[in-house]
């Protein structure tokens, strides 16, 4: 009884609802996909900073008693008492002959962006302990193009799955509620843009414009919506027949709000489950368009563009190595997520645990 009525205290302290809190133990109990998204989280993380950890540029530099920088503005050679009006290169040696008579400059851990080329070795460069992963076949550091490239898949995969994720849940909601005609024709239209060749098509319009980031994340929004679409429907379709609901509908209670308040936070635990199934889609297109040559511009940190370099660089082992490596770890950690949080939604597991 002690037992039980602190546990209740805790659920009233907490803002966590008791099922919530259920739901959260069930998914620290998959050991495999909790630790798969602590690892994930600080890789994100480190990522999201990638200018403080990788830049060719100095964090601060202390000149004459001021203190710049150098990573959020630009400063020119003559502002450290140089001869030109030009941005002021703090790799070369007529830097550091400026400005460390006078100051120091304070360098991230990788002294490299993912566009700086090592003019100092031909490119491609095995590891060293100045390029840890080497350089590509242009002479940039994989280490530091592997920190963005890692950064702008996730951020593109999450945001596809964001946007893909309300629109496929507003078109299976509106389906599944209203029936009818409207579900007819909206499952004909799904079969056969479901059944277009969406890779193709993608190579197609991403050659029509220039690529980019908003324009690939738009394109491709064009296919992905309909991942959710079946199960929102089917979630929707069983539960406006439910007692609960017929109850309010009599009631006088709104389509709209009957939708958002009552059917639909009980859809949400299958969309939830398929998220970061979707995630690992979408990063896997962009990958995949990237290695055709079809995805973010050239010169873009890509870990597409790195698959094909170590594809064409045979000679240079550590580009594939380190590509699969990366794409490996990461799709990994998503699929062991994805399936912690399937687990911790299954409505099964609370009835075991009643």
Request: hydrophobic share 45%; net charge neutral; with cysteine.
């Amino acid at each position: 009884m002690e037992a039980k009525d602190s546990l209740q205290k805790t659920c009233q302290q907490s803002r966590l609802s008791p099922l919530n809190q259920r739901r959260w133990r069930n998914f620290k109990s998959n050991r495999r996909g909790f630790y798969s998204l602590i690892i994930f989280s600080i890789l994100f993380f480190v990522t999201l900073v990638a200018e403080l950890i990788a830049n060719d540029k100095p964090l601060l530099v202390y000149y004459k008693g001021e203190l710049y920088t150098p990573t959020l503005h630009i400063y020119s050679e003559t502002v450290f008492d140089g001869e030109f009006e030009l941005e002021m290169d703090y790799r070369q040696e007529y830097a550091r002959e400026l400005i460390e008579p006078h100051g120091w400059m304070l360098w991230p851990p990788i002294r490299y962006s993912y566009d700086t080329i090592n003019y100092a070795r031909v490119a491609p460069a095995k590891p060293t302990l100045e390029n840890i992963l080497g350089t590509d076949d242009q002479g940039r550091d994989v280490l530091a193009r592997v920190i963005y490239g890692f950064r702008i898949s996730v951020l593109f995969g999450l945001a596809l799955t964001l946007v893909s994720s309300v629109v496929g849940v507003a078109v299976g909601a509106v389906q599944g509620f209203y029936g009818g005609k409207l579900d007819l024709f909206g499952q004909r239209f799904i079969e056969i843009w479901s059944g277009m060749p969406s890779l193709y098509l993608l190579i197609i319009l991403s050659s029509f414009v220039e690529p980019g980031f908003w324009w690939l994340l738009g394109i491709m929004l064009l296919f992905s919506w309909m991942a959710l679409v079946d199960v929102v429907r089917a979630e929707f379709l069983r539960g406006r027949n439910l007692e609960y609901v017929r109850a309010a509908r009599a009631l006088g209670m709104g389509n709209s709000r009957l939708m958002f308040a009552h059917i639909l936070p009980n859809a949400m635990i299958a969309t939830v489950t398929f998220m970061p199934f979707i995630l690992t889609g979408a990063i896997t297109t962009l990958t995949s368009l990237d290695f055709l040559g079809f995805g973010l511009p050239a010169g873009s940190p890509s870990l597409g563009e790195l698959i094909a370099q170590g594809k064409n660089n045979l000679q240079a082992p550590w580009l594939g190595i380190t590509a699969f490596l990366v794409m490996s770890i990461m799709l990994t950690l998503l699929v062991f997520i994805g399936e912690a949080t399937r687990d911790a939604l299954d409505p099964r597991k609370y009835l075991v645990q009643g």
